[in-house]
């Protein structure tokens, strides 16, 4: 399977916000959907802008999609940057008010619909939150990776811990969309069971070591 949807119909309004996601585990090797060759675990994707997915693509087609009139603009490459808000600090009543009810949420900008839009891991893939947007707008206020993130391609990955610390990082969407697939299939009871926890707790790890904090005081790193 070389393509996992990413965002919702463009007609979808309140509850129709996201489609859920197909069943992971794609098989291996995975191919271009361009060209069909077989490509190493480590490739690029492309956002779909036009069917709202994400799929796979080798090195060349990778940059012949992109060009200047190449596709009309309806490929857009997923950055491969990962970087972190040391700063970001959230009170418990702040995060208690997103009703998220995981302590793992991710936040994307779709580009059409002009709207940030919430998704955090459940028993059957990615959910949706209903909330109010200033709800919102109050968290994405508070670091300036949020304003730093390009729409469709990256997500605002927000993880509440259990001493009550919040950490904020800016991720590639299709890291985001591989982790809530990990986290489907290890799932188990009613907060996700120890194995979904630890491939949360290996991601965070791996987050840890590649991502670039952001500077003090500034929207630069
Ligand atoms: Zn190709
Ligand atoms: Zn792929």
Known sequence: MTTTPLAPPVAGTGTALLRRLREPAPPRPERCAFCGLDLPSEHRHLADTEERALVCAC??????LQQPGA???RYRG?????LSDPRHALADADWEALQIPVSLVFLLHNAVLDRWVAL????AGPAESELDPAAWQSVLDRTGL???LEPDVEALLLRRTEDGTTSCHLVPIDAC????GRMRRHWQGFDGGAEARA???????RLAALATPLREGSDEL
Not at 177 to 180: A, K, W
Not at 199 to 205: R, S, T
């Open 71 to 73: 596709g009309a603009g």
């Open 78 to 82: 997923v950055p491969r940057r990962y």
């Open 177 to 180: 969309y591989e982790l809530v």
């Open 199 to 205: 491939e949360l707790d290996a991601f965070f790890e």
């Open 146 to 148: 949020a304003r730093m």
């Open 59 to 64: 090195v060349a087609c990778a940059l012949l």
């Open 120 to 123: 955090y891991p459940s028993p």
